[in-house]
């Protein structure tokens, strides 16, 4: 039977499995949401699908606005992919990819900021457990 001090454990403070959580979930869920309802107000962030969706046609943004009714806008994004005198609507397609590429950005962001943070903590004084 092994004792308390055998084994192979990993300390961890109190906020680190906060921190952990939330640069693995909570962050890049948080990219795709801003990637996926900004591709609707900037057309241009089509773009960065592209190479994905669309490899051997080309990308056309067509973005429309009307009015339901006074004080209301309704903003319309329509993303086609022109290949070989086809068309095929692939909204949808280019808005998970952008958001894709937002979620990796905002995890890559965060986990930098968590290990710069971790590394550049205080060592815990004498007599204090970490």
Aim: glycine fraction near 8%; hydrophobic fraction near 50%.
């Amino acid at each position: 039977m092994m004792n308390r001090r055998q084994g192979l454990y990993i300390r961890v403070r109190n906020n680190t499995l906060a921190w952990i959580l939330f640069v693995v979930v909570v962050g890049p869920l948080i990219g795709f949401a801003i990637g996926f309802f900004a591709t609707s107000l900037d057309p241009a962030l089509a773009n960065l699908s592209t190479p994905q969706v669309c490899p051997n046609g080309t990308l056309q943004t067509s973005d429309n606005s009307f009015s339901n009714g006074p004080g209301s806008v309704t903003y319309k994004l329509t993303v086609t992919c022109l290949d070989n005198g086809a068309q095929q609507d692939i909204t949808g397609q280019v808005e998970v990819t952008v958001g894709l590429v937002f979620a990796a950005a905002a995890l890559v962001v965060l986990a930098v900021i968590a290990v710069f943070l971790w590394a550049f903590q205080p060592a815990p004084a004498d007599g204090e457990s970490s």
